[in-house]
């Protein structure tokens, strides 16, 4: 198993450029979530999915959308980038039920000039 | 929502004993993670607790109490490897999903 992958792992755009950051599990895990990372912010989730066609808002969705068309892949797409979009970004998967983890991939670092 | 509170930054000694400690209020609490995050990579899970106590995993373990909204992460025998960031995360099922919401991390720095 791969696991959770994430393309690309370091992207830098400039203001107003749109961008997808992919994301995919083959771990068949129901729940796909994103985070962004901050200095001192903690991770912060962006948007979430709980399976294919369902998706919901986070704690900071303005500027980010999002669609689930397969269990697999949880792309993220940037519409018009700004440098407050500069971050990392984390994708992360989890079967559904309370006792589970979540698995992390291993992150995309985006530069928005 | 919830309201994640744990220290900014901590140091330690090799070898010594360490601990973490994580506040934290919610409506709905459904369980606590800790999770471990090297710099420049990403998390990964160290522990996860529902019902009050501690749960013991080779030198990390981790406690709950839910009536007083508090957890803490306990790290022996410290080697320099645990020089990181460790994250508290609390889902609350009020929400409706198992997604978790995290803390800002406590950056921990382990010295010679």
């Known amino acids: 198993n791969a696991g959770v992958t994430q393309t690309p792992k370091f992207q830098v755009l400039k203001t107003g450029q749109s961008m997808t950051l992919q994301c995919a599990q083959d771990?068949?895990?129901?729940?796909m979530s994103w985070y962004r990372q901050d200095p001192g912010m903690g991770l912060r989730l962006i948007h979430y999915?709980?399976?294919?066609?369902?998706?919901d808002q986070g704690e900071v969705p303005n500027g980010y959308n999002v669609s689930r068309s397969t269990t697999e892949d949880f792309p993220l797409r940037l519409l018009s980038a700004a440098p407050s979009q500069t971050s990392v970004y984390f994708c992360?998967?989890?079967?559904?039920?309370?006792?589970?983890?979540?698995?992390f991939g291993p992150g995309t670092r985006l530069l928005v000039l | 929502g919830q309201n994640i509170d744990q220290p900014t930054e901590m140091t330690a000694t090799e070898g010594a004993i360490v601990q973490i400690n994580c506040t934290y209020q919610?409506?709905?609490?459904?369980?606590l993670f800790w999770y471990q995050q090297h710099a420049g990579e990403a998390p990964t899970f160290l522990s996860y607790n529902v019902l009050d106590g501690l749960e013991e995993k080779g030198r990390f373990s981790s406690f709950l109490s839910r009536s007083k909204g508090y957890s803490y992460l306990l790290l022996k025998e410290l080697q320099m490897k645990d020089s990181a960031s460790y994250l508290c995360a609390v889902r609350d099922r009020s929400g409706g999903s198992y997604i978790p919401t995290f803390g800002r991390g406590t950056s921990l720095i382990v010295h010679p």
């Open positions: 992360a998967s989890q079967l559904a039920g309370g006792g589970e983890t979540q698995y």
């Open positions: 999915s709980v399976g294919a066609g369902i998706t």
């Open positions: 919610t409506s709905g609490f459904n369980g």
């Open positions: 771990m068949n895990h129901e729940y």
